[in-house]
């Protein structure tokens, strides 16, 4: 059973930073996609970014703020969160995508607030 682990979740002031990881319990393939999800509080999950290769997509709301990257040899991938909002407070999850299956993290709580 493949294990998805984020990690890097706090309270943050805003226009502060924060670095999530999410790492995953097998090898991964570089082309394997991984993606970042948030859900606010009393909202849906929603998708914020996503990286497959070296191909990196972004939601419009993050775009400029936010890196997503992977270290395939670590099989681990990271959110840099710049400049975060109050609007930024949710549960983020890490997506691992591996031929036709989809895995989740148990997600990492990030609190911006002053």
């Known amino acids: 059973q493949v294990r998805v682990v984020e990690s890097g979740g706090g309270l943050v002031q805003p226009g502060g930073s924060l670095r999530l990881s999410c790492v995953v319990s097998?090898?991964?393939?570089?082309?394997?996609?991984m993606a970042w999800y948030r859900q606010p509080p009393g909202k849906e999950r929603e998708w914020i970014a996503s990286?497959?290769?070296?191909?990196?997509v972004y939601e419009e709301s993050v775009k400029g703020r936010f890196t997503i990257s992977r270290d395939n040899a670590r099989n681990t991938a990271y959110l840099q969160m710049n400049y975060l909002k109050p609007e930024d407070t949710a549960v983020y999850y890490c997506?691992?995508?591996?031929?036709?299956?989809?895995?989740w993290g148990k997600g990492t709580l990030v609190t911006v607030s002053s």
């Open positions: 097998e090898d991964i393939h570089r082309t394997s996609p």
């Open positions: 997506n691992y995508v591996t031929g036709n299956m989809s895995y």
């Open positions: 990286i497959t290769g070296t191909s990196r």
